[in-house]
């Protein structure tokens, strides 16, 4: 099947309770990794490229690669959108460039703003068959080109949320609910530890995603910033030259209990990047000798592959769903 929307994968996950996964793709190890998992599982899934993938990799790359992966997961409904899309221009390059689905992110912006270029953005995508998530609050935390501070942080007003989808159109919506970009979410005073010494985080805020459910019956929500960063490839990348002290995500329970509830899409990045790493370092611990890129890749990928497999199954529910 050619590249879908996410419209009506989002529609099945709401109405079965489960979550697709959104991986950022980078380089084709990655997308590889992420779409043989998902062909073996029949899951659906988002693969999203951020604007520092584009300067990375290159725009007409990233979409080849993706376009490779739809002929050879020819089971798997699979949908290309853009992350993090900073502004009109951007997205309107996505959208005339292949892209199934665009974010436009405008939530550090004032709540008027932030409608005005949303629905500027779903219009134009909407005349060209695209669909547009929104976003409404401010993760904390550092993903590519997007850094904000705890301070700055804050999450989704629940009485907000109807005002902006009517304005603005958007078809799904991302929210705050103490999510957080990167591999350190949180820092060490935010969070207690448990016996073993490992800092467990700050519950997520269900209340404010009930509320917001409420307001908004049957629509998508969506999560970013929910990487698990397993404590595995931490300790992996430390005990291989790398230093990561402190490295913590989003309990994996808690991101399977959103996916029950209104969540139809939850974005991992950080450990696509941590299973990749702590791979090559320990492959190059082992085999110092080697130097031929496919030795160390094809590890890395089967890592990413492994991982997703994981995240499928066990924590979005979307195995055999496509
Ligand atoms: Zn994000």
């Known amino acids: 099947m050619p590249l879908v929307t996410t419209a009506e994968m989002f529609k099945k996950a709401y109405d079965g309770g489960y979550a697709v996964g959104a991986f950022n793709v980078n380089n084709m190890e990655i997308v590889q990794g992420i ?26 790359y990233l979409v080849k690669m993706v376009e490779a992966a739809v002929i050879e997961c020819p089971d798997v409904p699979i949908a290309l959108h853009l992350d993090h899309g900073p502004d009109f221009e951007t997205c309107k390059a996505c959208i005339d460039g292949g892209f199934t689905s665009v974010m436009i992110d405008a939530s550090s912006k004032p709540f008027d703003e932030n409608v005005e ?14 669909v547009v998530e929104a976003e409404l609050g401010t993760l904390a935390g550092v993903e590519d080109d997007v850094k904000v501070s705890a301070e700055d942080s804050s999450y989704t ?20 609910i103490g999510t957080s970009h990167g591999a350190y979410k949180f820092t060490p005073d935010q969070c207690t530890r448990n016996e073993q010494g490992i800092l467990v985080p700050p519950p997520l805020r269900f209340d404010v995603l009930e509320e917001v459910s409420k307001r908004l019956p049957g629509f998508p929500i969506v999560l970013h910033g929910s990487s698990s960063v397993p404590q595995d490839f931490v300790q992996m990348i430390n005990a291989h030259g790398g230093k990561m002290p402190d490295a913590i ?20 990045d950080s450990d696509i990047r941590l299973a990749i790493t702590a791979t090559i370092r320990e492959y190059f611990d082992a085999h110092p000798d080697h130097f031929d890129p496919r ?17 499928l199954i066990n924590v979005l529910g979307c195995n055999g769903k496509a």
Not at 121 to 130: D, F, L, N, T
Request: hydrophobic share 35%.
């Open 249 to 268: 995500g989003i309990p994996e329970e808690e991101l399977r209990h959103a996916a029950q509830l209104s969540v139809c899409k939850i974005n991992i």
């Open 295 to 311: 030795q160390y890749l094809k590890p890395a990928r089967q890592a990413v592959k492994d991982m997703v497999t994981h995240k």
């Open 157 to 176: 007003h629940p009485e907000e949320v109807e005002e902006f989808v009517t304005r603005t159109g958007c078809d799904s919506l991302a929210i705050a």
């Open 35 to 60: 779409t043989e998992a998902c062909q073996e599982q029949k899951a659906p899934v988002v693969l999203q490229v951020s604007k520092g993938a584009r300067a990375y990799a290159n725009h007409t």
């Open 117 to 130: 270029i949303t629905k500027k953005v779903v219009e134009y995508a909407h005349a060209h068959g695209v």
